[in-house]
């Protein structure tokens, strides 16, 4: 089984991805992980030494590589993954189960006012900009993250109560 979860910056891709592949006992691989391995260093480094179109070249190859050499996995996917170089295209392939973590920009906002120093793109906003950036950036977003065959609203639920709907949508 082929499970990719899709969502902006601070939606818990790693968070619930973790959980559901203890659930449903496959393994659980997060993109930017993978890249970082690869590389030998941070997607902030990446970011900052080589360029945010480096990375989005190397995140599409390790993306298509990843999805054709592995059969049953979770996988997360960095938050801009699903809007470059067609990678929208892998969340409508017919055996894999994709799915949209959904958050409001309220609750995405809170979760990386607290991050936001790990995060290249958004490290050097103040409160106002970080919202009014997020907003922005989630308008362009949505029409690739509804690509994704499924969308879990995750506003106001528990990770428990989300991994059990996507649990149950995969039944
Ligand atoms: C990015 C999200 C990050 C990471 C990179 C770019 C984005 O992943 O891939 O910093 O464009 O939204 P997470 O969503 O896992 O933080």
């Known amino acids: 089984m082929k499970i990719v979860l899709v969502g902006y910056m601070g939606s818990g891709k790693s968070t619930i991805g973790k959980m559901l ?4 006992g496959i393994p659980f691989y997060d993109l930017d ?3 970082e391995k690869q590389e030998g260093m941070s997607i ?8 945010e179109v480096y990375f989005r070249k190397l995140e599409h190859s390790v993306l298509n590589v990843f999805i054709n050499t592995n059969e049953d996995f979770v996988l997360s ?3 801009g993954t699903p809007c470059y170089a067609n990678n929208h295209e892998v969340l ?3 055996d894999v189960a994709s799915f949209y973590l959904k958050n409001s920009v ?4 809170e979760r990386l006012e607290n991050e936001k120093m790990s995060r290249p793109l958004i490290a050097n906003f103040n409160k106002e900009e970080l919202k009014e950036y997020v907003n922005k950036h989630l308008f ?3 029409f690739y993250y509804y690509q994704s065959k499924y969308v879990v609203e995750c506003t106001s639920k528990s990770i ?3 991994v059990l709907e996507i649990k149950s949508i995969l039944t």
């Open 77 to 79: 996917l960095g938050g």
């Open 92 to 94: 409508k392939m017919s």
């Open 44 to 51: 902030k480094k990446i970011f900052i030494e080589k360029g």
């Open 140 to 142: 362009d977003r949505n």
């Open 160 to 162: 428990e109560e989300v």
């Open 33 to 35: 992980e993978i890249i």
């Open 21 to 24: 592949s203890e659930n449903v």
């Open 106 to 109: 309220d609750t995405l906002c």
